[in-house]
């Protein structure tokens, strides 16, 4: 098994990385860090607790930065709200919360989980790197004793929140800079790859027909965000970003990717927040990071319904 800490700004499509997570076999979820991002930190971190209270995932709750490492705020935090709605998870009834934080920050909950175990953890982000970025400068230790970090962000095409910048890395590029520039493994789920693991009516159905919790959940979500993603970028099958990262860890034979140098766009312009990715190796820069480039479509939604059946 796998032993990860999964970093989440919910977000309908970290709900699912979370879903996933959870329930598949060869995924040990040791704690889940939330960020603000696609909303301010109380909704992501309110978000959380309802998908775990839905989903019944018992495990530790750290709330972590509300903000950029460097900058005041997340430039587009104003944004983002657009396709996830007001609550930043529109379209589900959950009920009453019950799942509960740890009460310690989530860069302490990185720093000491990561320090206390006799195994390699392995950090999954799919929101802005400001809790990531800040536990590698806390305490530069736990690098290694980190497996790897495979997260949702990035591009080497365009981008969705700037023509060149994907949002994640656009919400905290210096947390982002520092992620990558740590000399840790990187495997990137950029939008390249995530815009093919889109949510067809077809694979709505498909989870429709499974008729528990987590698949009302998973249809109900998705209802919701094709009608956002449809309207902001025009898409009749939203791109359901974050579970790229657990599937791959489950199931790499579904990828391609390509193994190179990637830097983070650190000036004021229009590649701020931009993952630069030497595809072709024109520079003889350290190939830091595995850039996912090709996703098997059907194998990536069979191994999502599969780990849905696993739920009562
Ligand atoms: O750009 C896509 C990313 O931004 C996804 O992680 C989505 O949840 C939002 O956070
Ligand atoms: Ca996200």
């Known amino acids: 098994m796998t032993k990860i800490i ?4 919910p977000g309908h499509d970290d709900a699912i990385a979370i879903m996933v997570a959870h329930k598949h076999p ?6 889940i860090t939330v960020v603000s991002g696609n909303n ?4 992501t971190l309110r978000n959380t607790l309802n998908i775990c209270t839905w989903l019944g995932v018992d495990v530790p709750i750290s709330a972590g930065m509300d903000r950029p490492i460097v900058r005041d705020r997340y430039l587009s935090c104003d944004g983002p709200g657009d396709v996830h709605g007001e609550t930043g998870l ?10 509960k934080t740890t009460g310690i920050h989530a860069v302490e909950y990185i720093i000491q989980t990561v320090m206390a175990s006799e195994e390699k953890i392995t ?5 802005p790197l400001s809790n990531i970025g800040m536990a590698l400068r806390m305490e530069p230790k736990i690098i290694e ?36 520039s740590s000399g840790l493994p990187i495997v990137m789920m950029g939008l390249d790859l995530t815009r093919q693991a889109s949510c067809t009516q077809e694979v709505s159905d498909k989870m429709a027909a499974i008729g528990n919790r987590a698949s009302e959940l998973f249809v109900n979500l998705m209802e919701f965000f094709r009608g956002t993603q449809k309207r902001e970028f025009g898409w009749d099958a939203p791109p359901v970003h974050d579970p790229t990262t657990i599937v791959y860890l489950t199931n790499p034979e579904l990828y391609e990717t390509t193994h190179c140098n990637c830097q983070i766009g650190l000036s004021h312009d229009m590649t701020y927040g931009r993952t630069v990715c030497d595809m072709h190796h024109v520079t003889t820069e350290p190939r830091n990071t595995h850039v996912a480039t090709k996703i098997d479509f059907d194998g990536f939604w069979e191994v999502v319904a599969e780990t849905i059946r696993r739920y009562n």
């Open 6 to 9: 999964l970093d989440v700004d």
């Open 26 to 31: 060869e995924i040990d979820l040791l704690g």
């Open 40 to 43: 301010s930190l109380e909704k």
């Open 90 to 99: 529109d379209g589900h009834d959950f009920g009453e919360i019950t799942a």
């Open 123 to 127: 950090l999954v982000p799919t929101g």
């Open 145 to 180: 004793k980190i497996e790897r970090i495979v997260l949702m962000g990035g591009a080497y095409g365009t981008g969705n929140v700037t023509p060149s910048a994907e949002f994640n890395l656009y919400a905290d590029p210096e947390a982002a800079h520092i992620v990558f």
